[in-house]
């Protein structure tokens, strides 16, 4: 199946350096997006080294007969290792970690994801969130303690339950995804969803055919709502032409 895909980052309105990180695989095979925190110089380090462990792994070994989930385990594995072998030759960076979400298309698909950047999967009209947030305020809303409204507005919302960085990582969420022709992809950081409602974020991918323009119109909707935070956005179109 054809793919069409484009991937866009911004700083946004307020931070005067962006800790997000991409990577678009130029054959499609597989997606990147890492949202990197603990300072400015920490978060775009942990992101980066996130980023280009899990690229390099995935490149050296895609052509081998492991199978996906646990391809992208041990990629996601090797990675949270790169990051604390650089915290501890650089106590600058100890308190450095970052969220991440992969998305690979091998004979099947399959998607990773630790902390809570997102995927998501529009589906003509509907718009789905594939993975699940690893975050106080997502558990909180699983046993019922918060509504889905009150968690966007928590205080505690941003406190994560694990991210990449941590000796104690235990729970990488590796999921089967069904992709049929039409679907079209959305991996971003919290940049994105901090500031759209699914809602909106829905009508603009459904609505712009252009993957370019559709992440270009995403990224301006959210600074347009404030920006607080960096802001990635990767689409993924299948066997959909692009207008562009």
């Not at 970052?98 to 998607?111: K, Q, S």
């Amino acid at each position: 199946m054809k793919k069409y895909f484009t991937g866009m980052t911004d700083p946004g309105m307020v931070r005067s350096t962006n800790q997000d990180a991409y990577y678009t695989d130029p054959d499609g095979r597989f997606f990147i997006v890492s949202d990197g925190m603990g300072g400015h110089a920490g978060g775009q380090e942990a992101s980066r080294i996130a980023k280009d462990t899990i690229r390099e792994y995935l490149e050296l070994h895609w052509e081998s007969d492991a199978p996906s989930p646990d391809l992208l385990e041990q990629a996601i594995y090797k990675a949270n290792q790169s990051i604390i072998d650089n915290q501890l030759t650089s106590p600058a960076l100890a308190d450095m970690g970052t969220t991440t979400v992969v998305l690979v298309f091998r004979e099947d698909t399959w998607c990773a994801n630790v902390g809570d950047s997102r995927l998501y999967r529009q589906r003509g009209a509907r718009l789905e969130q594939i993975t699940e947030d690893q975050t106080w305020v997502a558990k909180a809303i699983k046993l019922g303690v918060l509504t889905a409204d009150q968690a966007r507005v928590h205080p505690m919302r941003h406190v994560l339950a694990q991210c990449l960085g941590r000796e104690e990582l235990a729970e990488i969420e590796i999921l089967p995804v069904d992709i049929q022709s039409g679907d079209r992809m959305l991996l971003c950081s919290d940049g994105l969803t901090e500031e759209l409602s699914d809602s909106v974020i829905e009508n603009h991918v459904k609505s712009i055919r252009s993957c370019d323009m559709a992440a270009s119109t995403l990224i301006n909707a959210a600074k347009e709502h404030g920006g607080r935070d960096n802001i990635t956005v990767v689409i993924v179109a299948m066997d959909q032409k692009d207008s562009d």
